[in-house]
């Protein structure tokens, strides 16, 4: 999630292509990159002209990932977690 923002509906229903809608965070803050619904690595947020991207800046081992009941181990992050680190 690059960020956060309120507006009523009615000023979303009036946007159209190319609107641009506001949001709470700024170039310079830090974003967590999730896999499965899983935060695996943290990064800072790159703007270049026109585009927007993440750089990958630090890797969340899984002793600091705080899993949800139900969540099982092998969900599929673990390889991406480690096609990462070797990308790194």
Same mark, same amino acid.
């Given at each position: 999630?690059?960020g956060r923002t309120?507006?009523p509906?009615?000023m979303? !229903?009036r ?7 506001? !949001? =709470?965070?700024t =170039?310079s803050?830090?974003?967590e990159?999730?896999a499965?619904?899983?935060p ?6 790159v703007v270049?002209g026109?585009r927007?991207?993440?750089e990958?800046?630090? !890797?969340?081992?899984?002793?600091e990932?705080?899993?949800e009941?139900g969540?099982?181990i092998g969900?599929g992050?673990?390889?991406l977690?480690n096609a !990462?680190? =070797?990308?790194?």
């Open positions: 999630m690059l309120r507006m509906i009615h979303l !229903l946007m159209g292509r190319g609107a641009v809608i506001e !949001l =709470d965070s =170039d803050d830090m974003v990159i999730l499965n619904n899983h695996i690595a943290r990064g800072q947020i270049t026109n927007i991207s993440v990958v800046t630090e !890797l969340i081992r899984k002793a990932v705080v899993r009941p969540v099982r969900d992050s673990a390889g977690l !990462l680190s =070797d990308a790194l």
